[in-house]
């Protein structure tokens, strides 16, 4: 028996004074190195579950432990942030006027690492991602799938337990969704790193070992598939 | 990259708006700076008007008159004070030096009346013809600043109030304030003040060995209800005067300037940040901290202002170069460059960008992180 990675009891959060639940007790035990996938309708709640996950934001009530550590608890919840876990957007929110391999320093910068090591590193990430002759490209002359790439090298650079994607693909073709993904499931498998993707989209959804449904804040339907 | 190249990156992000910025606290700047170099000129002119011919102190007169068309006022001595003077012990020389501002052709120069023994000492500054010789009363020499202002050379005449002068000799002693002045014995000055026996001030030399402060001292104990002795110019209670007012008056336009600079400066980082919410929220999504967020934007605020600083400083000297050869400065303000008046204009962009910087950049950490990146 594996030990969970992420646990959550009951957990609960609403915005606007309680008027909108987005999480309405939600209970959720992740092993670790497991690919999830997270399916809804359009505010059901899988964002803000991802989030809470990712400690952006601190529930209303309920408990949630990530990584051995107590996020209601937790104080530098930014430490957590750049050591566990890494966050790909549907929008790659890449910082337009820095180059690829300035963007992917970017997280690097809390750690003490120095300039040449972090350009190292980040150099390394990019031709992870397959990117080696675009490091001095700025993202408005990449390409939406490159620019995702270059948004995974960044979300890895720290060297993450858990990936957190948010619609990862919500704006590519579907070619080009494929490639992504083909790269994030091999980058899951190669480093043993906990991949969980927020998707609209069923047939990405099947391709991870377990499938969650949320509907209106809760988890209403949870089942292991294998692949 | 290094996190520096990383802020000077950022700030200039959008190059017009921060141009636009950078040129609006430049101004603001360079108001301090030319300001300073003005106002330090001033100061320094006076210092060395004390101090002209190598005296060892001055003696003014108490009774002020506050009427004066020279910086020490119309405050006179008769000239039998210097007498008084030379009976002191440890005095070796007193001599009588009568300074007045007129218009010479129109220009208002500064007119130094002094003895033929203190004429001499200019002996090895004249560059160009001679020294006035002793008793020739319709005789001048300028100084070189002073020849090119007023256009005039050896041999020519000049009109000063109702007489006619002989330039003799031109003279350079490096000493802006003198070298923009005329000089020439004491007895024409009195003939065009007509005003006989009048100084403005005496200088006094002591014998080697002398202290000046005790000479000074029993000076002020024997003459003390008439005369005051000055070393320095912050004795002279009216030139105090003067410059605290303009220290005053310069102080409150730079705290001005910073003010608005300041608030130029708030609008433009309020700008940025909005503009970049998205972005500091991934910058949180991928564990930055309150600090960093807060140690970014602020640097971003000091570039800019660091940059302003650096073209303020250029401009403001341009500025008094302008003004100083356009004349407008007129005689007693010469500027006097001192690294003292570049590093407050420096002291004033930090504060402006800090002051400017900080709202917007507290502003930025405080953001959470789902709410902007929910931003649009
Ligand atoms: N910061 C916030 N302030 C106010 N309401 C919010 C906030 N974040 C989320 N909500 C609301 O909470 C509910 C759940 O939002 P969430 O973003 O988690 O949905 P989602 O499942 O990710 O939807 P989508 O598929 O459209 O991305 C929605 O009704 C949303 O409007
Ligand atoms: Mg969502």
């Given at each position: 028996?594996?030990?969970?990675?992420?646990?959550?009891?009951?957990?609960?959060k609403?915005?606007?004074?309680?008027?909108?639940?987005?999480?309405?007790?939600i209970?959720?035990?992740i092993?670790?190195?497991?690919?999830?996938?997270?399916?809804?309708?359009?505010?059901s709640g899988?964002?803000?579950?991802?989030?809470?996950?990712?400690?952006?934001?601190?529930?209303?009530?309920?408990?949630?432990?990530?990584?051995?550590?107590?996020?209601?608890?937790?104080?530098?919840?930014?430490?957590?942030?750049?050591?566990?876990?890494?966050?790909?957007?549907?929008?790659?929110?890449?910082i337009?006027n820095?180059?690829?391999?300035?963007?992917?320093?970017?997280?690097?910068?809390?750690?003490?690492?120095?300039?040449?090591?972090?350009?190292?590193?980040?150099?390394e990430?990019?031709?992870?991602?397959?990117?080696?002759?675009?490091?001095?490209?700025?993202?408005?002359?990449?390409?939406?799938?490159e620019?995702?790439?270059?948004?995974?090298?960044r979300?890895?650079?720290?060297?993450?337990?858990?990936?957190?994607?948010?619609?990862?693909?919500?704006?590519?073709?579907?070619?080009?969704?494929?490639?992504?993904?083909?790269l994030?499931?091999?980058?899951?498998?190669?480093?043993?790193?906990?991949?969980?993707?927020?998707?609209?989209?069923?047939?990405?959804?099947?391709?991870?070992?377990?499938?969650?449904?949320?509907l209106?804040?809760?988890?209403?339907?949870?089942?292991?598939?294998?692949n | 990259?290094?996190?520096?190249?990383?802020?000077?990156?950022?700030?200039?992000?959008?190059?017009?708006?921060?141009?636009?910025?950078?040129?609006?606290?430049?101004?603001?700047?360079?108001?301090?700076?030319?300001?300073?170099?003005?106002?330090?000129g001033?100061?320094?002119s006076?210092?060395?008007?004390?101090?002209?011919?190598?005296?060892?102190?001055?003696?003014?007169?108490?009774?002020?008159?506050?009427?004066?068309?020279?910086?020490?006022?119309?405050?006179?001595?008769?000239e039998?004070?210097?007498?008084?003077?030379?009976?002191?012990?440890?005095?070796?020389?007193?001599?009588?030096?009568?300074?007045?501002?007129?218009?010479?052709?129109?220009?208002?120069?500064?007119?130094?009346?002094?003895?033929y023994?203190?004429?001499?000492?200019?002996d090895?500054?004249?560059?160009?013809g001679?020294?006035?010789?002793?008793?020739?009363?319709?005789e001048?020499?300028?100084?070189?600043?002073?020849?090119?202002?007023?256009?005039?050379?050896?041999?020519?005449e000049?009109?000063?109030?109702?007489?006619?002068?002989?330039?003799?000799?031109?003279?350079?002693?490096?000493?802006?304030?003198?070298?923009?002045?005329?000089y020439?014995?004491?007895?024409?000055?009195?003939?065009?003040?007509?005003?006989?026996?009048v100084?403005?001030?005496?200088?006094?030399?002591?014998?080697?060995?002398?202290?000046?402060?005790?000479?000074?001292?029993?000076?002020?104990n024997?003459?003390?209800e008439?005369?005051?002795?000055?070393?320095?110019?912050?004795?002279?209670?009216?030139?105090?005067?003067?410059?605290?007012?303009?220290?005053?008056?310069?102080?409150?336009?730079?705290?001005?300037?910073?003010?608005?600079?300041?608030?130029?400066?708030?609008n433009?980082?309020?700008?940025?940040?909005?503009?970049?919410?998205?972005?500091?929220?991934?910058?949180?999504?991928?564990?930055?901290?309150?600090?960093?967020?807060?140690?970014?934007?602020?640097?971003?605020?000091?570039?800019?202002t660091?940059?302003?600083?650096?073209?303020?400083?250029?401009?403001?000297?341009?500025?008094?170069?302008?003004?100083?050869?356009?004349?407008?400065?007129g005689?007693?303000?010469?500027?006097?460059?001192?690294?003292?008046?570049?590093?407050?204009g420096?002291?004033?962009?930090?504060?402006?960008?800090?002051?400017?910087?900080?709202?917007?950049?507290?502003?930025?950490?405080?953001?959470?992180?789902?709410?902007?990146?929910?931003?649009?």
């Amino acid at each position: 028996m594996m030990t969970p990675i992420i646990k959550i009891n009951n957990l609960k959060k609403s915005y606007e004074n309680g008027n909108i639940k987005a999480l309405n007790g939600i209970n959720l035990e992740i092993e670790k190195g497991d690919f999830v996938s997270i399916i809804g309708q359009s505010g059901s709640g899988k964002t803000t579950l991802l989030n809470m996950i990712g400690a952006l934001d601190i529930a209303d009530e309920g408990s949630i432990e990530v990584s051995g550590y107590n996020l209601n608890k937790m104080k530098n919840l930014n430490k957590f942030r750049s050591i566990e876990v890494g966050f790909i957007f549907q929008l790659h929110n890449l910082i337009p006027n820095l180059s690829s391999v300035e963007n992917i320093e970017i997280p690097m910068y809390i750690h003490n690492y120095s300039s040449k090591e972090r350009r190292k590193r980040a150099l390394e990430l990019l031709d992870l991602v397959g990117l080696k002759d675009k490091a001095e490209t700025k993202p408005t002359k990449l390409s939406g799938g490159e620019r995702q790439r270059v948004a995974i090298a960044r979300a890895l650079v720290n060297k993450p337990s858990i990936i957190l994607a948010d619609e990862p693909t919500g704006s590519l073709d579907s070619k080009t969704s494929k490639n992504i993904l083909d790269l994030l499931i091999d980058l899951h498998e190669k480093e043993n790193v906990t991949l969980i993707i927020v998707t609209h989209d069923l047939n990405i959804a099947k391709l991870a070992n377990r499938e969650i449904e949320v509907l209106d804040g809760q988890i209403i339907d949870s089942k292991f598939q294998g692949n | 990259m290094s996190f520096i190249t990383l802020i000077v990156k950022n700030t200039f992000r959008n190059k017009v708006r921060s141009l636009l910025t950078i040129v609006g606290i430049a101004i603001g700047i360079a108001t301090i700076i030319s300001l300073g170099l003005l106002s330090n000129g001033l100061t320094s002119s006076f210092d060395k008007t004390i101090h002209s011919g190598d005296s060892d102190f001055s003696i003014l007169s108490k009774q002020q008159n506050e009427t004066g068309d020279n910086p020490f006022g119309t405050s006179t001595l008769s000239e039998d004070w210097l007498n008084k003077i030379k009976g002191i012990s440890g005095v070796k020389d007193a001599k009588g030096v009568y300074l007045v501002v007129l218009l010479v052709e129109n220009k208002p120069m500064s007119l130094g009346g002094i003895s033929y023994d203190d004429l001499t000492l200019k002996d090895n500054t004249i560059i160009n013809g001679r020294n006035i010789a002793n008793n020739a009363d319709n005789e001048v020499i300028i100084g070189k600043l002073a020849s090119e202002t007023l256009n005039k050379s050896v041999d020519d005449e000049i009109n000063i109030g109702d007489e006619r002068f002989k330039v003799v000799g031109i003279f350079e002693s490096g000493n802006s304030n003198q070298d923009d002045s005329i000089y020439t014995l004491i007895n024409s000055v009195w003939k065009i003040k007509k005003n006989e026996g009048v100084l403005s001030l005496i200088s006094v030399y002591i014998e080697k060995g002398a202290d000046v402060k005790e000479v000074t001292k029993d000076i002020e104990n024997k003459y003390g209800e008439n005369i005051s002795t000055i070393t320095s110019v912050s004795d002279v209670k009216r030139i105090a005067d003067l410059r605290n007012m303009i220290t005053g008056v310069s102080w409150a336009i730079s705290l001005l300037a910073i003010i608005i600079g300041g608030i130029g400066m708030i609008n433009t980082m309020i700008m940025i940040v909005f503009e970049r919410t998205r972005e500091i929220g991934v910058l949180k999504a991928v564990g930055w901290s309150r600090t960093d967020i807060l140690r970014m934007i602020l640097g971003e605020s000091l570039v800019l202002t660091l940059f302003s600083a650096i073209i303020g400083s250029i401009i403001g000297v341009i500025v008094v170069e302008a003004l100083v050869s356009a004349g407008i400065t007129g005689s007693i303000f010469h500027p006097v460059f001192t690294l003292e008046t570049f590093v407050q204009g420096f002291i004033a962009a930090i504060l402006v960008g800090l002051f400017g910087g900080l709202y917007p950049a507290l502003k930025a950490s405080k953001l959470t992180p789902t709410e902007a990146l929910r931003y649009e």
